[in-house]
């Protein structure tokens, strides 16, 4: 199945995402890989063995988010002027959102843009970080605050890949999946709750409703001036929770999850969602073996840390919450008062 | 005097360059200056009492295309992160080209993209290098090789700081002038046979001419597709000269004035150019006291230089010659023996 993407900010920008076992794919330029000693351990021969190009590198850098970095790019971007790479050699992104987002950037840079194609080989990266156009690194100040809004020219999507994921990432990606259906789409909500991923049919057919809601709003919004936004639904609690935990405690997915659960709560207070709706939001996410409860320790010092999100750039808190389950609704004038009333919440919780 | 830029390929970014004596500048947002010791030394005070913002800062890199690299642009970036700059925040390059593609790239990468506007203070940039979106740095492996197409929000240029320029930095801006009457504009070739610069209304119509042409060719063709390509004239044979006397001997504009004379005399030798016609072009690029000369040692190894410059992606090189003055050609099928027998001539020359 092909889900089309059109850009309508910006012209003559189009590709299409396939879900589906690998095709053969054929270059006549030179290819370079871009993928982790993970994912190449398990995959690189399956790889491999669907490509044809005049001239095929495999570049591995490090695994891992701490590796997300100007520097790691840089070695990458080297390593392609060594081989002589030009302005008509591609890129294939393999692996999960560091490697997609890395990749893109570098390709973003090579010879001011060359092209590049994506391979993504977690449940995250296929739903997610693979639709957008967001590329880039990390520095000492934040995530992703260095990078580029950079199309792919195609993305590839073999949720074959998936079967040597661990169970824990497989869930981080399902929390993905959870926020677009409860932000945009109830059907899709209660197809979810029913479903079982673990058939190959209903995790493609979970795949696709996904990325086309994704696609969906980044074509509407490209460059994230607005409904873009909404797919910070859970992100703006669960950065915090990130940050409170040094990025090392859970999974971004995860913290997504945790980062839903709050923001509901939050909803609820404001009589956007009803209590029961938030039960069933928190039901499916523990379907999933997602974590659902965050003991805060100090709810000033975790209501300070919003401000130092990217997001906010006038010091006021954008909150997305739910409308119902479906519905969406950006608030941005909540008293501080109730937002730490909510917190509080979770500060009396174990 | 106002050239709009309206580019065509990416729909949605329009910009005015303004030619004239720097207005009175208000911004509600962050602010930072780049700029380097040396135009910072002549000209910052100028500057800081034409611009209100609520914070300003400015950000010194140091001079010299040497300086033109990732690192320099990771510690602007750095800067910005430390004076807490968000995405409404907004860069002010002034200075040179240096300046300018470094600005513009620092901009296209903080936070995935913020403002910039330029104000350039050499000839070369303000006729070329302001216009164009061309923003990068260098590396080990060559010029320019690392960097984005990302355009600026507006161009101020305005002739008076040029006073202060040195007299061989002038001239090396009017060879980019001359070749872009040479390219595109007989009426423009004649008018600056007779124009004296020194007049600061012959300047200001030299530039907005000069400008327009470039802008033109930009708004056909923002990414280097097609006609842009010709504004290569001079450059890939100029390229060899500045990597034969390793970037130390000539300035870039000095480099293309030879450059174009020897364009020239390959054009003539194909029969696209008249003897005299080649002359008057030298003659014009002597009069703004350019060099026209290059004495080439090694023919063979001045032309194997050729398949080092990016742009022959496909090991072909692509001459970029004058059709009588003011109309160009790109010629790709011209035998070898043909290119260094014209090549020999330079070398027999003293």
Chains 1, 2 share one sequence.
């Not at 994912?39 to 690189?44: F, S």
């Not at 696709?208 to 936004?229: C, F, M, P, T």
């Not at 859970?250 to 029961?276: D, F, K, P, Q, R």
Request: charged share 25%.
């Amino acid at each position: 199945m092909i889900v089309p993407i059109e850009l309508s900010n910006t012209k003559n920008i189009t590709y299409d995402i396939i879900i589906d076992a690998l095709p053969q794919l054929t270059f006549n330029t030179k290819v370079a890989v871009i993928t982790n000693p993970t994912v190449a351990g398990y995959h690189l021969q399956t790889l491999l063995a669907h490509i044809k190009a005049p001239q095929l590198e495999v570049i591995t850098v490090p695994d891992g988010e701490e590796y997300k970095t100007l520097e790691t790019v840089e070695t990458i971007l080297n390593e392609l002027f060594e081989h002589k790479f030009d302005r008509k050699s591609l890129l294939i992104a393999f692996g999960g959102g560091v490697i997609g987002d890395m990749t893109g950037f570098t390709a973003s840079l090579y010879q001011r843009g060359i092209d590049f194609i994506q391979i993504p080989t977690t449940l995250l990266s296929q739903v997610d970080a693979s639709v957008g156009g967001k590329t880039g690194v990390n520095n000492q100040y934040g995530k992703n605050l260095i990078g580029a809004f950079y199309q792919p020219k195609a993305v590839y999507i073999d949720p074959s890949f998936l079967k040597t994921l661990p169970a824990r990432e497989f869930a981080a990606g399902v929390a993905e999946i959870v926020k677009m259906a409860v932000m945009f789409d109830k059907d899709y909500f209660e197809f979810l709750t029913t479903a079982d991923l673990t058939e190959e049919k209903v995790l493609k057919e979970t795949i696709r409703r996904s990325v086309e809601l994704k696609a969906w709003v980044v074509n509407q919004d490209e460059k994230e001036a607005g409904i873009r936004a909404v797919l910070n639904y859970g992100h703006t609690f669960g950065h915090v929770v990130e940050n409170e935990t040094c990025y090392t405690t859970y999974l971004h997915g995860e913290a997504v999850a945790i980062g839903m659960v709050m923001a509901n709560a939050l909803a609820v207070e404001l009589g956007l969602l009803s209590e029961s709706e938030a039960e069933r939001i928190k039901a499916l996410l523990e379907k999933a073996s997602l974590p659902t409860r965050y003991k805060i320790k100090d709810v000033d010092d975790f209501y300070e840390h919003f401000f130092l999100d990217k997001k906010s750039a006038n010091n006021s808190i954008k909150f997305i919450l739910p409308q119902g389950i479906g519905g969406h609704k950006i608030v941005s004038d909540v008293d501080e008062t109730v937002v730490k009333n909510v917190l509080k919440k979770f500060g009396d919780e174990a």
